[in-house]
T-cell receptor, first 116, second 112 residues
Framework: DTGVSQDPRHKITKRGQNVTFRCDPI?????LYWYRQTLGQGPEFLTY????????KSRLLSDRFSAERPKGSFSTLEIQRTEQGDSAMYLC??????????????FGPGTRLTVL | TQLLEQSPQFLSIQEGENLTVYCNSS?????LQWYRQEPGEGPVLLVT?????EVKKLKRLTFQFGDARKDSSLHITAAQPGDTGLYLC????????????FGQGTTLQVKP
């Protein structure tokens, strides 16, 4: 069963450092999403790719954040000059790209970021 | 802005009890989904409800979508310790990109 995978699972960094996370979606899934989740809250949408095109970004995604999906397969999320407020679980999800109301998103296990 | 509000936020019950979690909005959603999330893991989809008034059952879990498609509920019968987790409702945003808007979640603890 090749579900959505994320790497690393945990990342501890010092404030001001850059970090990069990777997401490998389920093969043949056209859509890929990044969400952020803080403790005890629901995930919040960050950005979305249809194949290699980044089609929507949340206002939560400041200019320190950048995401790519260069070949329409895996994606990376980079955070530059990390701040303590960036500490959260970063979740990736992928979907086939069917009609929206029936397009199921499958989530990865997440990357837990702790900024000291 | 489309929002989903869940209640209660926390629930601690004894094994064997019944419970209901609510998910409400002032906006209409084309569908609502319920997820369950365990600590340190990503959300796992339980069910998608699409039609107003729809009721779906998954073993001891019953999901209902409101007639006006603005609210949903999750009812668990005879809760078990294995039901412990964070329950999230989510709906697709109005931008038609498929991004999900999540409620803040209900943390359920079932004590043996």
């Amino acid at each position: 069963d090749t579900g959505v995978s994320q790497d690393p699972r945990h990342k501890i960094t010092k404030r001001g450092q850059n970090v990069t996370f990777r997401c490998d979606p389920i093969s043949e899934h056209n859509r890929l999403y990044w969400y952020r989740q803080t403790l005890g809250q629901g995930p919040e949408f960050l950005t979305y790719f249809q194949n290699e095109a980044q089609l929507e970004k949340s206002r939560l995604l400041s200019d320190r954040f950048s995401a790519e999906r260069p070949k329409g397969s895996f994606s990376t999320l980079e955070i530059q000059r990390t701040e303590q407020g960036d500490s959260a679980m970063y979740l990736c999800a992928s979907s086939l790209g069917m009609e929206v109301s029936t397009d199921t998103q499958y989530f990865g296990p997440g990357t837990r970021l702790t900024v000291l | 802005t489309q929002l989903l509000e869940q209640s209660p936020q926390f629930l601690s019950i004894q094994e064997g009890e019944n419970l209901t979690v609510y998910c409400n909005s002032s906006s209409v959603f084309s569908s609502l989904q319920w997820y369950r999330q365990e600590p340190g893991e990503g959300p796992v989809l339980l069910v998608t409800v699409v039609t107003g008034g729809e009721v779906k059952k998954l073993k001891r879990l019953t999901f209902q979508f409101g007639d006006a498609r603005k609210d949903s509920s999750l009812h668990i019968t005879a809760a078990q310790p294995g039901d412990t987790g964070l329950y999230l409702c989510a709906g697709h945003g109005s931008s038609n990109t498929g991004k999900l808007i999540f409620g803040q979640g209900t943390t359920l603890q079932v004590k043996p």
